[in-house]
């Protein structure tokens, strides 16, 4: 049985991609292991978002590369990266065997099947080989994207949006339910605008009530929502749906609207206010945003308009992102391009920032108890903490993984909570 290892990189629409590359591998008689030394296949899921997520594509497509020499493995390259740049990457990584765009991918166990000499297998793109904890799994909604930001190369690399039909949808959420989930984190690149290609109109608040009915569901979280579509309706459901946590990812990139309009955002920095206010008529709800500094033509005193606002709007979490000039994106010709420097200290300035910013927040649950689902000894996460992207909860007291608990919150720090079990849920 050939042994297949996967370094995945890249965001969790990437991984569901990674989950179903060795979910096709392992039926076609491959076996995953987890040491590469020990793999005869070396897949590499790499990123192509920005440039840093490309150099560390590149560095660990280098890494597989001394394996392969090591071992006379051979290396398979896929992903994003592989999608925009294969011929150049077909031309300067000769220590890859094989580099296979996005649709490419869904043939997986043929290709790599004829690069070992192997009988051809049937190809399969039904099933995944899960990469999360047993008790969390992402779900896709959609592929590719329409929003067509001036910064932004997904729409390049993914092509448009095209949404899994509701049915699809469901029948995955509840084989997953089924194998153990308890948490589904719903994504896409924008899954406030689901179905809008199937049915004509944004279809996301059906897709949460039927998903709310799903047996073994406790949390549903959603991330990725370009608040040009966040409406009233998805408000509401977060009132309405128990299983719908008060958590939304809502990347709002900039909050001037002049920078709004060179982005390409198609939403005001009034409308953005207005989604804030409408959320935190919960005081405890949970918004995650993204913002970019630097972005070409980017003034002080624009600048300093997105600070203020991000010390009054209270984000519970930010990232935040140096523009990153990527061609064939209609930013990267755009005149008033900030050097490095300025954009570097920008970005670090935000950052600093939203520290204090998320330490006030974190402070409110001093004295308070949380629901938190375990990952491992002594810690989880709450409804305020998405797998991998947030801080967790750590506290005293066994409890078993996949199970949720009561942990009364007794100190905290800019990213994580403390405390101590109080009962099981």
Not at 21 to 31: D, I, K, Q, T
Request: hydrophobic share 40%; with cysteine.
């Amino acid at each position: 049985m050939p042994k297949v290892f996967l370094s995945q990189l890249g965001c969790p629409k990437n991984l569901i991609d990674g989950e179903r590359m060795l979910g096709s591998l392992v039926r076609a008689g491959y076996e995953v292991v987890g040491n590469p030394e020990e793999a005869d296949v070396l897949l590499v899921n790499t990123c192509g978002f920005i440039l840093p997520a490309k150099e560390e594509s590149i560095e660990a497509i280098l890494e597989a590369g001394e394996v392969k020499r090591r071992t006379g493995a051979k290396l398979v390259v896929v992903g994003c990266l592989a999608q925009r740049y294969k011929k150049e990457l077909e031309e300067e990584l000769p220590e890859a065997d094989l580099i296979l765009g996005l649709e490419e991918e869904k043939f997986i166990a043929l290709h790599i099947d004829g690069l070992l000499g192997r009988t051809p297998s049937a190809p399969s793109w039904d099933g995944r080989y899960r990469l999360t904890p047993k008790h969390t799994a992402y779900l896709k909604l959609s592929e590719g994207c329409d929003n067509r930001c001036t910064y932004c190369a997904i729409p390049l690399i993914r092509g448009p949006a095209r949404s899994v039909p509701l049915e699809e949808v469901l029948k995955e959420a509840r084989k997953l339910a089924d194998g153990g989930a308890r948490e589904l984190i719903l994504v896409a690149q924008d899954v406030a605008n689901y179905g809008v290609d199937i049915y004509g109109r944004p279809h996301l608040v059906e897709v949460l009530e039927e998903l709310h009915k799903i047996e073994g569901i406790k949390w549903i979280r959603l991330l990725y929502a370009h608040p040009a579509h966040v409406d009233e309706g998805l408000v509401r459901a977060f009132r309405e749906l128990p299983k719908l946590v008060p958590y939304l990812d809502m990347p709002v990139q900039h909050i001037s609207d002049r920078i709004l309009r060179r982005m390409g955002r198609r939403v005001t920095g009034g409308r953005i206010r207005e989604l804030i206010a409408a959320l935190r008529e919960d005081p405890d709800f949970c918004i995650r945003t993204t913002v970019l500094v630097g972005f070409p033509g980017e003034t002080e005193e624009e600048f300093r308009e997105l600070l203020k606002f991000i010390e009054e709007a209270e984000f519970d979490r930010l990232g935040a992102f140096a523009y990153s000039k990527e061609e064939g994106t209609p930013a990267a010709s755009l005149p008033d391009q900030i050097p490095d420097e300025v954009r570097n200290g920008r970005l670090e300035e935000v950052m600093r920032l939203q520290q204090e910013v998320s330490l006030r927040r974190n402070r409110r649950w001093v004295g308070r108890t949380l629901e938190v689902l375990v990952e491992g000894e002594g810690v989880g996460r709450s409804f305020r903490d998405a797998l991998e992207v947030d801080g967790v909860v750590y506290f005293d007291g066994e409890a078993e993984v996949g199970k949720f608990v009561e942990v009364r919150i007794e100190d905290v720090d800019p990213y994580d909570l403390y405390g101590v079990r109080e009962a099981r849920c």
